[in-house]
Structures are given as structure tokens and as C-alpha cells.
């Protein structure tokens, strides 16, 4: 054991730090229990690189790209439009938890869906594992699938989209 009870608790903060980083986490939070009224809670979260971040540094690249030429390409120095971020289009289907992709229900299975099929409401899309847990992730609504913006066992945040249905 330690001489310093406090040693043991850094040295676990930095094990979810490093647990937080090897698994590509955004967040992760703890409660340990030492005793009745003794406890420990750890919320460790960090920021993952966002578009709204990206999207910030383009009116200053933009600047100097127009210092730099004289004539610039107006589509360089564009900012991305909304169009371009499948999120905010009206028909994408978000993923309602954090997870792993399954684009079909075994390995070596037809997939649920493909690009141009039409899809009634309800009918499942695609799967989310969480905890061992096999969600079915269906159709808000009828229509005809334009895209599907995630690959068979990729890892989802919440809220990420996965399809866009027109």
C-alpha cells in the first residue's frame, strides 16, 4: 500500500485518463466507494475535434489566402454550408446512443439497407451494439435511402448521423 492514500487515487484518475484516451472515449465517470462516508467521484472528459472548430479557422485562412493571391478562387475560401454537414440535413437518422455499427443482423448476412433502396417506417436500418446490447435502429419514416454515411463496425457517438433518407 501507499504512504499517501491520495497517491493511489491520482494513480487511478491517470488510469482512466489513459483508459479515456486507448478507446477513443469523450467521457468517462466513476464513483468508488471506500467506506460509509468515504468516496471517490471521477469525472474524466476531454474534447474531441468538432466542424464548428474547423470551420472557425476559415475566415482567417481565408484572409491570408487573399493576401497571398490576388485572384482566389472564390470555392477555396468558402465556408463550408450546411449542405455540406449530413447532421443538419432534414432526413438523416442520428444514432441514438454511443455504440458499434452493424450493417446487418450476422456476419455474412445481406445488409438492411443499401443506398436507393426504399425504406417503409419502422423498418430497421441498421444495428447499434451498446453493452453487448443489440439495438435495431429503424426508419423514422418511409422513404428512399441517398446515403449512408457509416461503415459496418465503426464506432458511433450519440447523435452522430448514419443515414440520410430522402
Known amino acids: 500500500m501507499t504512504d499517501n492514500p491520495h497517491e493511489a487515487d491520482v494513480a487511478f484518475i491517470e488510469a482512466l485518463a489513459a483508459l479515456l484516451r486507448s478507446n477513443d472515449l469523450t467521457e ?3 464513483k468508488r466507494e471506500y467506506g460509509e462516508d468515504d468516496s471517490l467521484n471521477v469525472r474524466v472528459s476531454r474534447l474531441a475535434p468538432q466542424a464548428p472548430q474547423v470551420a472557425a479557422l476559415a475566415p482567417a485562412a481565408a484572409a491570408v489566402a487573399q493576401a497571398a493571391a490576388p485572384a482566389p478562387d472564390a ?8 449542405e455540406d454537414d449530413p447532421a443538419s440535413h432534414p432526413g438523416a437518422v442520428t ?3 454511443v455504440g458499434t455499427i452493424y450493417m446487418q443482423a450476422e456476419p455474412g448476412a445481406p445488409s438492411f439497407v443499401s443506398v436507393g433502396d426504399t425504406v417503409s417506417e419502422g423498418q430497421t436500418l441498421l444495428i447499434v451494439e451498446a453493452m453487448k446490447t443489440m439495438n435495431h435502429i429503424p426508419a423514422p ?3 428512399k435511402v441517398s446515403r449512408i454515411l457509416v ?3 465503426a464506432p458511433v457517438e450519440f447523435g452522430s448521423p448514419l443515414v440520410i433518407l430522402e
Not at 75 to 82: E, F, N
Open 28 to 30: 468517462l465517470e466513476v
Open 75 to 82: 470555392a477555396v475560401l468558402a465556408p463550408a454550408s450546411a
Open 151 to 153: 461503415e459496418n463496425g
Open 141 to 143: 419514416r418511409a422513404g
Open 95 to 97: 444514432s441514438p446512443m
